[in-house]
C-alpha cells in the first residue's frame, strides 16, 4: 500500500522490487492492475472459454514472473502483457490441435461463433470483435500501450499519461490516432464503424477486474515463477509459459526461424522452408507495417476486374436474366483476350494458359482452347454448368441454362441466334450447316477450301449460306470478324463435322490465380501501356505487339489502351541501412542491427549471417538481375542462392569473393516464375553488403489498367486485406518440367500408389498424393483447383486437408467421374486459428482410369507484418506530344481523387510504390 497522498508505485517500480526481493505483495499489485485485461484478451481469442482463458491469463503472469528483471521498458508493461496473452492463447491452440481435440474444438469453434459481450451495444460492433485483438495488435508500439492502458484497463487519460511517461495531451493524440488506424483496420475486414461508434464501443471492453479465480490463479504465478511451477501452477501453466518466453525469445533474437532447422525439417515432411519475421519488432526495427498488400488502383473509364468478385460486380448487375449473364461472360472473354498464337508458361498439361484471370491481366491473348477454358470457369463462378466441344480445328465452349446447351464462342467472337432469339448449340450449329452443304451440291466444291469460302462470302455472299450463320452481327460485309481474319469461311469449315468427331471435353479452367499488388519500403511497381517486344514463348511477330488493329471489336466493348501486351518492372532496392527490410525478410539469422558498415553484415563473424529475402509478383517475370555493392573481407565470400519452390532447395547464382559493384543475371533462374526466394549469405569478418537492388521486367495485359480518358478522370485507391499467398503449381508430367519450369515433385509430395506423372492411379485401385505447404503467417483459407479424369462413376479422387500433421483430416471436396476430363475450383475456410502449416491430400480409387492433368494449391494467410502505410501513385502520359503526370500520395487506405486530362490522352505508365 502507498502512504496516503503519495503517488502509487509505477509498474517499474512493482516489477524491481519482485525482480530483487520476490515481493508478492507487488506481484499482486501488479495482477490487480492488469489480470483484467490480460483475462478478456485471452476470453474474446478462445470464444468465452472460461477454463482455457483462466489458464492462458495464470500462464502470462507465470512468464511475467520469470521475466521482471529483464524487460526493459516497464511502462509499456500493459502492451507486453496484451502480447504474452496472444502467444499464449496461440499455444493453447496448436496444442489443442496436436491432442486432436476434436470436440473440443469444434465446441470452442461454436462458442467463437457467438457473441462473447453481454452488454447491449450495435450489431456492428459485434461484428467488430473478433478482430479486435488482431487490430490492437496491428498498432505501433506507442500507440498499443495508450489503447491498452486506456480501453482495455480502463485507466483514466491522466494515469495512462502517468504510466507511459508523457503528457496528457500526449496521450490524447495516440488513441486519436489509434482509432483511426483501428478503424481502417475494420475496415478491411469489412466493419465500419465511426470513431465515436469505435471508441463507446472500445471503452465497453474494459475489464477493471478479473474473476476472484483468475486474480488469485495469477496471484500465485508469483510463486511459481520462483519455484519453476511446482508450489502454485500446474505443469501444464508452466509449460505454456515457457512457450510464450520462448516465442518472445525467438522473435527478439532471430526474428524469424533458423534456416537450417528449417531445412531438415522440411527434408522429412516436404514441406517449403517458411520462417517469418513475426512476433514483437525489437526496438532498433521500424515499427511500421512492413508490407502493403492488395493495393488497386481503378478508373472510373475502365471496369475493376480485379478478382472475381470485383469482375462479377462490374458484369453481372441485379435482375439479369441467364442469358444475360452468359453473354456478359462472353463479352468479358473477348474483351481481355485476342485470338493469337497461346502464351506458354509450361505450367499446364496443355501447355496454355487457362486461367481466364491470368487471361485477363497477364497475357491478354491465346488460342482456342484457353477462350473455351475462360468461359467454362467464369461460367462456372456464377453457378453455370459448362463443358468444351470438340470440332474441326478448333475448339469452343457451351454453357447451360434454359435447358439447353448454348455455344459463346470468344476465340473467334461470335454466338449465333434462333428466330425466336435463343443462342444455338454447337449441335444445332452442325446441323444448320451440315444440312446446308448437304442441300447445296453445288457448292461441293468450296466445302472445306478456304480460299474459295472466303470468295463466296465478299460482299455479303455469305448471307446465302446457312440462315442461322446468316442472323450473325459479328461479320462484316466480306463474312470476317472483327480481328480481320476469321470469321464465316472459318465458321462453315469447323462445325462441318460429324457426330463421332465432335466429342465432349473441358479444357480445364485453371482458376486460382489473383492479383495481389504487395508493396514493401523500397519497392516499385511500373505498369506500361507499351512493351519492349518481351513475351513467353509464342510468336515473336505477335501483331498485338506492334498494333491494336486487330482489336476493334474489343474498343467497341470498351477496351481503351492504346495495346495489348505490356512490359513493366518490378524493382526493389532492398532498404538495408535502414533496416526496414527486416520486418518482411524471410529469415534473418546472425545479422547486426541497423546502423554501422558494411549494411547487411554478421552480427558475429565467426558464423555465417543469412538474409532470404521472398519476391512475389502478380506478373509473371521475363528478366532478372541483382546489383550488389559488397563489402569482403580476408578469406571471406557472399554466396547468393535461389529457389523456386519455396526453400526447399536452393540453385547457386554466384559466390562473391571480391569487394566492388556485382550484377548478378537472374534470368534463368526466374523466367516465366512470379515468386521466388533469394538468399544471401555472407562469411568472414568485414564482409557485407552495402546495397542490394532486384529488378525485373515483368509482362502484363494492358486492357485492365487503370486508364484515363479526356476531362475528369475519378481515382479509387484501396489497400486490401493483409493477406499473402503460397502457391503450389508445377506441371504434372516433371520430364516435361525439366529445363523450363518446376514441377509438381519439386514440392516433394508423398506419393503412394499414384504415379509422379498426373498422378495416375496405378494398378492397386487405390493411392495418395499428400502435399504440405507452410506459409509465412497464420493460414486463413487453402484453395485448389484440379484439372482431371475420372472415367468410370467408381474412378476420381478424394480432397482431404490436415493442419496437424497428418494427424486428422477434414475433406474438402470430391473430383468425381465418370469424365473424361473435369475441373473444380475448391476454397475451403475451416481453418484453425494459429496454424502455419497444412497438407493437402489428394485419395485416388481407380476402376479404369483417374488421373490429374493439373493441379493448383493456394494457400492464403496473414501477412505477420501486413498493415496500411501510404502509397504514392504515379501516372505519366501524353496530351499532344506533351508529357503529364499526376503524383499522389495515398493517405488512408480507401481514397477517392480526381485527375482531369485536357484532351485525349496517350496513356504511359502508372508506378506504385511506398511514399519515404
Not at 459481450?117 to 498498432?139: G, I, K, S, Y
Not at 446446308?436 to 446465302?464: C, I, S, V
Not at 505477420?864 to 499522389?888: A, I
Request: proline content about 5%.
Amino acid at each position: 500500500m502507498s502512504p496516503q497522498g503519495a503517488s502509487p508505485p509505477t509498474d517499474a517500480d512493482l516489477l524491481a522490487r519482485y525482480a530483487r526481493t520476490g515481493d508478492g505483495g507487488a506481484f499482486r499489485d501488479l495482477v490487480d492492475r492488469h489480470a483484467g485485461m490480460v483475462h478478456a484478451a485471452c476470453l474474446r481469442e478462445l470464444g468465452g472459454d472460461a477454463a482455457r482463458a483462466e489458464e492462458a491469463a495464470q500462464a502470462v503472469f507465470v512468464a511475467l514472473s520469470r521475466k521482471a528483471g529483464t524487460i526493459r521498458d516497464a511502462g509499456a508493461l500493459g502492451a507486453w502483457l496484451f502480447q504474452a496473452a496472444r502467444l499464449a492463447v496461440a499455444t493453447l491452440r496448436r496444442e489443442e490441435l496436436r491432442r486432436r481435440r476434436r470436440e473440443a474444438e469444434a465446441a470452442a469453434r461454436r462458442n467463437r461463433e457467438g457473441d462473447p459481450m453481454t452488454t447491449d451495444t450495435l450489431a456492428v460492433w459485434r461484428e467488430a470483435l473478433p478482430h479486435l485483438n488482431e487490430a490492437v495488435a496491428a498498432l505501433r508500439a506507442k500507440q498499443q500501450q495508450a489503447v491498452v492502458l486506456h480501453y482495455l484497463e480502463g485507466r483514466t487519460q491522466r494515469e495512462t499519461a502517468r504510466l507511459l511517461g508523457c503528457t496528457e495531451g500526449a496521450v490524447q493524440e495516440r488513441i486519436a490516432y489509434a482509432l483511426g488506424k483501428l478503424r481502417a483496420f475494420l475496415a478491411r475486414r469489412g466493419v465500419t464503424l465511426s470513431a465515436a461508434a469505435l471508441a463507446s464501443g472500445l471503452h465497453t471492453m474494459a475489464v477493471p477486474s478479473a474473476p476472484a479465480s483468475v486474480l488469485a490463479a495469477c496471484a500465485g504465478a508469483g510463486t511459481a515463477g520462483a519455484t519453476n511451477g511446482a508450489a502454485a501452477s500446474s505443469g501444464a501453466v508452466v509449460s505454456l509459459a515457457d512457450s510464450i518466453l520462448k516465442a518472445f525469445f525467438r522473435a527478439k533474437v532471430k526474428a524469424a526461424a533458423v534456416l537450417g532447422a528449417a531445412v531438415v525439417a522440411a527434408a522429412g515432411t516436404g514441406a517449403a522452408v517458411v520462417a517469418a519475421a513475426a512476433g514483437p519488432l525489437s526496438s532498433s526495427d521500424d515499427p511500421r507495417p512492413s508490407v502493403v498488400c492488395n493495393v488497386k488502383v481503378v478508373s472510373d473509364k475502365v471496369e475493376d476486374v480485379t478478382t472475381l468478385e470485383d469482375w462479377k460486380k462490374a458484369y453481372i448487375k441485379p435482375g439479369m436474366t441467364d442469358s444475360e449473364k452468359a453473354v456478359a461472360v462472353w463479352k468479358t472473354v473477348v474483351k481481355y483476350r485476342h485470338q493469337s498464337p497461346p502464351p506458354s508458361e509450361a505450367l499446364s498439361h496443355a501447355g496454355c494458359v487457362h486461367d481466364p484471370m491470368k487471361t485477363i491481366h497477364v497475357y491478354g491473348y491465346g488460342m482456342c482452347c484457353c477462350a473455351s477454358s475462360n468461359i467454362e470457369g467464369l461460367a462456372r463462378y456464377l453457378g453455370f454448368q459448362a463443358r468444351g466441344r470438340i470440332l474441326n480445328a478448333h475448339s469452343v465452349p457451351e454453357v447451360f441454362y434454359d435447358n439447353a446447351w448454348r455455344l459463346l464462342d470468344a476465340s473467334l467472337m461470335n454466338y449465333f441466334t434462333q428466330e425466336d432469339g435463343a443462342i444455338a448449340s454447337v449441335d444445332e450449329i452442325r446441323k444448320a450447316v451440315r444440312g446446308w452443304w448437304e442441300a447445296h451440291p453445288e457448292h461441293a466444291g468450296m466445302r472445306g477450301n478456304d480460299a474459295k469460302l472466303r470468295a463466296f462470302a465478299k460482299n455479303e455472299g455469305w448471307k446465302q449460306g446457312p440462315p442461322l450463320l446468316a442472323r450473325s452481327p459479328f461479320y462484316d460485309q466480306d463474312g470476317i470478324n472483327g480481328a480481320g481474319w476469321h470469321g464465316w469461311p472459318s465458321n462453315m469449315m469447323e462445325y462441318d463435322w460429324p457426330d463421332e468427331k465432335c466429342g465432349v471435353f473441358d479444357y480445364g479452367p485453371a482458376m486460382g490465380y489473383q492479383v495481389n499488388v504487395q508493396l514493401r519500403p523500397g519497392e516499385r511497381l511500373t505498369r506500361n501501356w507499351s512493351n519492349r517486344g518481351l513475351l513467353v514463348p509464342g510468336d515473336p511477330k505477335l501483331d498485338i505487339l506492334t498494333t491494336r488493329k486487330p482489336l476493334g471489336f474489343q474498343e467497341k466493348l470498351g477496351d481503351i489502351a492504346p495495346g495489348r501486351i505490356g512490359n513493366g518492372t518490378l524493382e526493389y532496392d532492398v532498404p538495408l541501412a535502414s533496416g526496414a527490410y527486416r520486418g518482411s525478410a524471410l529469415v534473418l539469422e546472425n545479422l547486426a542491427a541497423p546502423g554501422g558498415s558494411p549494411a547487411l553484415r554478421a552480427a558475429d563473424p565467426a558464423k555465417p549471417g543469412l538474409l532470404v529475402l521472398r519476391m512475389p509478383c502478380s506478373y509473371i517475370y521475363l528478366t532478372g538481375e541483382a546489383r550488389l555493392k559488397a563489402a569482403v573481407g580476408t578469406g571471406g565470400s557472399i554466396a547468393v542462392s535461389f529457389s523456386d519452390n519455396h526453400g526447399l532447395d536452393w540453385k547457386p547464382v554466384a559466390t562473391v569473393e571480391k569487394p566492388g559493384e556485382v550484377k548478378l543475371d537472374l534470368t534463368p533462374f526466374a523466367y516465366r516464375r512470379y515468386d521466388y526466394r533469394l538468399k544471401i549469405e555472407l562469411n568472414g569478418a568485414g564482409t557485407g553488403l552495402e546495397a542490394l537492388a532486384i529488378r525485373h521486367d515483368i509482362l502484363h495485359s494492358q486492357a485492365p489498367l487503370p486508364a484515363l480518358a479526356a476531362g475528369k478522370n475519378t481515382i479509387a485507391f484501396t489497400a486490401g486485406a493483409p493477406e499473402g499467398t503460397i502457391t503450389l503449381e508445377g506441371n504434372m508430367n516433371p520430364d516435361a518440367a525439366k529445363g523450363k519450369q518446376v514441377a509438381h515433385t519439386d514440392y516433394r509430395p508423398e506419393l503412394k500408389g499414384v504415379g509422379p506423372e498426373i498422378l495416375r492411379v496405378g494398378d492397386t485401385g487405390t493411392g495418395e498424393a499428400v502435399y504440405t505447404v507452410a506459409t509465412p503467417g497464420d493460414l486463413v483459407r487453402v484453395r485448389l483447383n484440379a484439372h482431371y479424369r475420372a472415367r468410370d462413376a467408381k474412378d476420381g479422387y478424394e480432397v482431404f486437408l490436415s493442419f496437424d500433421g497428418g494427424s486428422s483430416w477434414k475433406k474438402a471436396g470430391d473430383l468425381a467421374g465418370p469424365t473424361a476430363a473435369s475441373s473444380k475450383y475448391i476454397v475451403f475456410t475451416d481453418v484453425p486459428a494459429g496454424v502455419r502449416t497444412a497438407k493437402v491430400k489428394l485419395a485416388g480409387r481407380q476402376r479404369n482410369t483417374t488421373c490429374c492433368f493439373d493441379l493448383r494449391i493456394d494457400a492464403d494467410y496473414r501477412e505477420p507484418r501486413g498493415g496500411f502505410r501510404p502509397v504514392k501513385v504515379t501516372y505519366v502520359w501524353e496530351e499532344g506530344g506533351q508529357e503529364k503526370r499526376d503524383v499522389h500520395v495515398c493517405q488512408a487506405a480507401a481514397e477517392t481523387y480526381a485527375i482531369t486530362c485536357g484532351a485525349k490522352p496517350l496513356m504511359k505508365s502508372i508506378v506504385l510504390e511506398l511514399a519515404e
